[in-house]
C-alpha cells in the first residue's frame, strides 16, 4: 500500500509487520512510505492534505535487495523461462505470473477440439495496451478449439511489453510503421488495413481470416461459431462478412443464442472476411482520415457491393473499456456493459441455409404475413412495447423513407425498447427484427421496405411520431442512461487506526458507511467510543 503517514506512523507500521521497500518524497510537507507485504504490491493509493493546489512532485527510490523475484515452482522448466524472464520485469498480469497453475501458452491445448472446415487465422490488431490484450488472448486461449487455430498480432509501433507478451505465448507478429498521432482515427485505420493485409500475406493458403480488436473478450465458442458459417460466405454471393457482435445483443430484445441474422451493416467487434474481400478493400482503401474504417466499409458501395453481414442474435464478443479512440466509459456503461454474450460452449447455430438471401427473404416475408399487427406502446416502463398477450410473431409498420430515419421512427422504437438508439443498424429490407421477451417484432419501414409494405394491411396507416412524444421518449431515455451511472461520492475518514488507514478501509461512501473508533470527525475530534 502507499499512503502518506507521519514518521511515527511509518514505524508503528513496521511494529506490525510491513516490510518499506521505498520511500516517496515530495515538494510538500507531506511525505509517503511504501508498505509492502510479502513483497507484493497488493493496493496503491494516494492521498494529499485537503486545500493543497502548488504541483506535487514524488520520487520514489526502491531498494535493488527488494526486487528479487519469488521463487515459484515452475520456474524451473526448461519451457516456461521466457514466461519468467518476462514476470520479473513486468506486473499486473494475474494468473500468468503466479505460482499456482499459472497461465501459460500449452493452456489453448486444454480446451475441447472443434470440427475445422478451413483454416481461419485470428489476426489481434493492437498497439500499447499489453494487459488489455492479454485479457483478450487469454479468452482466446479459453475457447474450444484454440489448439486448432493460427493467430497474428499486428501491433502499431514497436512496444517492448507488446512483443514480449506475444513471444511468452508463442503467437507471430507483425509491426506496423505508425502513421497519424494518439488518439486520432489514423492510426487505428491504418492499423486495420495492415492488419487486414498482413494475415493473408503471412498465412498464405487461408481463404479467410477473423479480425478482432484489443479490447474484446470472446465467448467460449468463438472459433467454432466462425467455421461454422464460414461456408455461406462461398455460397451466398450477396454476403461479405460475418459478425461476432450485435449491437441488439441486450436482454430486452435478444434471447436465442441459436439464431443469426442478415442484416445491412459493416464489419464491428470482432468479424471474418474472405480474402477477396479483404484484398478488395486493402486496393481501395480510403485515403483521407475524416472517416472511421468500419464505417468506411459500409459507404463504399464499390467494396460492399450491397452485401449483407451476418451477425447473431446474442453476441460473441464483449467490448471490454472505455478508454478508446471512439467509446467513452459513459457509453461503455450505459451501452457496452450492458450487452449480453454467449457463455455457452457447446452453443448449435439454427439452420444456417435460412440465411441464404432467397430463404431469408421467404422466411421474413411468411412472418409478416402471419403476424399480429400491432400498435406498440411505446411509453412503457419496462423495455417491452408489446401487448401482454399474444406469442408473436407481431408486426408494426412506421414511417421511414431511408436508413437516416428523418422521421426517427425506428429511433423512438428504439429507445422505447432501451437498445441502441444512435443509429439504425442491423435492419434488412427496411425490416428490423427483436426478440423481445421470446416474442418476434418486425419493425417495417415504410415507403422504405419495397418489399414488404405491401403486406400493411392499412396502407395509409403508419406510425409516426409526434415531436411531443420524440421529446418525452429522450428525456426518458436519458432519466434511464443516468440512472445506470449511479454517480456516488466517496470521503476518507482520518482515523488514528494506522493499519486501516494503510490498508484504504477509512473510506465512507454510499456503499459503506462504517465509522470506528480511532476516527476522526472534520473537525479533527476524535470517535473513541461507538
Known sequence: WITFLSKEGEEALERLGFQFGGRLTCNSEAWAGVAVVGRKLAAEALATAAGTARPLTLHHYLPRNLMQELECSWHRIPSLQRQRQFCRRYDGYDDLCRCHDPFTQHHKYKQPLVSMRQEIPFVIVTAFSPRKLYRTLRSIFNASGASQTKY????????????????????????????????????????????????????????????LEDDLIVSPDIISYFQETSWLLDTDPTLYAVNAFSYNSLAEVASNVSQLRRVEAYPYYGWMMSRETAQLAVQHWMTGMEADWDMWFIKRNDIRRSRDVIVP?????????????????????????????????????????SLILENYESIVRRDIQRAELVSLNLFNNNGNPLPTNGTGPFVSFIFAGTKNDEENSFTVILMSMRTYELDVHEIFRGVMIFNVKQRLLYVVGCPMSIQFCEYNPHKNMLVRPSLEATDVLIERSADWESFLISPTSRVRMRTTQLLRQASLQNFIDDANHTVLAGDQHPDGTVIRFL
Open 313 to 353: 442474435e446474442i453476441s460473441r464478443t464483449f467490448h471490454e473499456g472505455g478508454q478508446g479512440v471512439h467509446v467513452t466509459g459513459f457509453y461503455q456503461t450505459v451501452f457496452y456493459q450492458r450487452i449480453i454474450t454467449n457463455q455457452l460452449r457447446d452453443a448449435k447455430l439454427a439452420d444456417l441455409s
Open 152 to 211: 497474428l498480432l499486428a501491433i502499431d509501433g514497436y512496444h517492448e511489453e507488446t512483443v514480449k507478451l506475444a513471444e511468452v505465448l508463442d503467437i507471430p507478429y507483425v509491426v506496423h510503421n505508425p502513421q497519424g498521432h494518439r488518439g486520432t482515427r489514423v492510426r487505428p485505420n491504418t492499423n486495420v488495413r495492415f492488419a487486414l493485409d498482413s494475415v493473408f500475406d503471412f498465412y498464405s493458403d487461408a481463404p479467410k481470416a477473423v479480425l
